[in-house]
């Protein structure tokens, strides 16, 4: 698994990790809880919550598994 950190400026956002799976790779990224108290959310399919976003798929985006995939902004 590689990991990515994503900053703006010198603040973690949060984290990306790139897993291959047969045929496929799943992306996962997790905002960083410090974020969480004083940021903001990334994209309009990214909310600022807890849980990790997945993805299978370029540019597709869910979290938790609880809702639907969509289209990441």
Do not use: C, H
């Amino acid at each position: 698994m590689r990991r990515i950190r994503v900053l703006m400026g010198e603040s973690l956002v949060g984290t990306i990790d790139f897993e291959a799976r047969t045929n496929k790779q799943i992306s996962t990224f997790r905002y960083d809880a410090a974020w969480m108290e004083s940021g903001f959310a990334i994209a309009p399919s990214m909310p600022l919550a807890t849980g990790t976003f997945y993805s299978s798929a370029p540019g597709l985006w869910r979290l938790d598994g609880a809702r639907s995939a969509r289209r990441r902004g």
